[in-house]
């Protein structure tokens, strides 16, 4: 699950760990994905099921940077990469014109 998003990670140097939760009061499961680059306070949960061929089906997908409150929801790992991709060039000018490199 997210091959597209773990392959991207690997690519831009973020270092990450998976976990799973299977929740008692609701069929969904729960896979959490914590990743950054020198610390892992990003996370990704998604929320997915199984289908009556028991193929997994991707419900929702919250992406949580740096610990916010509220995530920004996708519904495919597609519009999330779009987004993610966006951010990190975002964020890398960002350290260029402030002079943060280490």
């Not at 199984?50 to 919250?62: A, L, N, V």
Request: charged content about 35%.
């Amino acid at each position: 699950m997210l091959a597209i998003t773990k392959q991207f990670l690997r690519d831009n140097g973020c270092h990450y760990k998976k976990g799973y939760i299977r929740p008692l009061m609701t069929p969904d499961n729960v896979y959490i994905f914590r990743f950054g680059k020198d610390e892992l306070n990003n996370r990704i949960i998604i929320r997915y099921g199984h289908g009556w061929t028991g193929r997994q089906k991707i419900k929702e997908i919250d992406l949580r940077l740096h610990k916010q409150k509220h995530p920004r929801i996708f519904k495919t790992e597609l519009s999330l990469m779009k987004y993610l991709k966006s951010h990190l060039e975002y964020h890398e000018e960002k350290v260029e014109r402030l002079g943060l490199d280490k």
